[in-house]
């Protein structure tokens, strides 16, 4: 299966003007590249992250679905072509609920994993001046989603993306049921569970949920 992308994006660390409550500096605002481009592990060469959070291994190409942006149409006079939060990979027919945790796709000549949910940070909030974005879009687990890079290579502007191995079926978790959990039902045992038992989750997001299910186990014990 093939999945369009409307555009791959990258962006330079750079003072933004966006708030007045603080500083902020961020590689949020990022333009299509032309010709071709390496990919590692640690994402697009020309790629930039500006803090902790953002980037490393697991979170090495961020990707939003443009199906997604149709639910910000009411907040903003015109909406963003593309890269509207920031991502690398803005897809065309791919959204939250088809991607699950493992699926591995090629992109070009690179190899990447579905490897982390996106935690939506104040800074797109306050690009937009939309008061409630993150929590509204994380409610709506329509948050986004990283890959991580199994084999490094070259990509082309024009390239897209196509699945090549579906992750496990006895253990399959789809970005949209993790960021459901995460955000709206984290107190449920089950389901908490089973999230864990996923064998493609990364360390930093098996102690979050690890924590979860101790406080909701401790909460049912009382």
Same mark, same amino acid.
């Given at each position: 299966?093939?999945?369009?992308?409307?555009?791959?994006?990258?962006?330079?660390?750079?003072?933004?003007?966006?708030?007045?409550k603080r500083p902020m500096r961020s590689a949020l605002n990022?333009?299509?590249?032309?010709?071709?481009?390496?990919?590692?592990?640690?994402?697009f060469i020309e790629d930039e992250q500006e803090y902790k959070?953002?980037?490393?291994?697991? /979170?090495?190409?961020? !990707?939003?679905?443009?199906? *997604?942006? @149709? #639910?910000? &149409?009411?907040?903003?006079?015109?909406?963003?072509?593309?890269?509207?939060?920031?991502?690398?990979?803005?897809?065309?027919?791919?959204?939250?609920?088809?991607?699950?945790?493992?699926?591995?796709?090629?992109?070009?000549?690179?190899?990447?994993?579905?490897?982390?949910?996106?935690?939506?940070?104040?800074?797109?909030?306050?690009?937009?001046?939309?008061?409630?974005?993150?929590?509204?879009?994380?409610?709506?687990?329509?948050?986004?989603?990283?890959?991580?890079?199994? /084999?490094?290579?070259? !990509?082309?502007?024009?390239? *897209?993306? @196509? #699945?090549? &191995?579906?992750?496990?079926?006895?253990?399959?978790?789809?970005?949209?049921?993790?960021?459901?959990?995460?955000?709206?039902?984290?107190?449920?045992?089950?389901?908490?569970?089973?999230?864990?038992?996923n064998p493609y989750l990364t360390d930093e997001r098996i102690?979050?949920?690890?924590?979860?299910?101790?406080?909701?186990?401790?909460?049912?014990?009382?």
């Amino acid at each position: 299966m093939i999945y369009a992308l409307n555009a791959i994006s990258t962006g330079k660390i750079q003072d933004l003007p966006y708030s007045k409550k603080r500083p902020m500096r961020s590689a949020l605002n990022k333009e299509k590249f032309q010709g071709t481009m390496l990919l590692t592990k640690t994402g697009f060469i020309e790629d930039e992250q500006e803090y902790k959070g953002h980037g490393g291994p697991n /979170k090495a190409v961020c !990707v939003y679905s443009k199906k *997604n942006y @149709k #639910l910000w &149409k009411d907040d903003l006079p015109i909406l963003p072509n593309y890269a509207m939060f920031g991502e690398n990979l803005t897809v065309l027919d791919l959204d939250e609920k088809d991607v699950h945790f493992g699926d591995q796709f090629s992109l070009g000549e690179a190899i990447v994993e579905v490897a982390e949910i996106r935690e939506p940070c104040w800074k797109i909030q306050e690009k937009y001046q939309i008061p409630d974005l993150v929590k509204r879009m994380s409610r709506s687990c329509r948050t986004g989603f990283y890959f991580r890079v199994l /084999k490094e290579g070259v !990509v082309h502007d024009s390239s *897209n993306l @196509k #699945l090549i &191995k579906s992750a496990d079926k006895a253990t399959s978790l789809s970005v949209f049921e993790l960021n459901d959990i995460y955000y709206n039902d984290n107190k449920n045992i089950s389901r908490l569970t089973y999230a864990l038992n996923n064998p493609y989750l990364t360390d930093e997001r098996i102690s979050k949920l690890e924590k979860f299910l101790k406080r909701a186990q401790t909460l049912e014990n009382k």
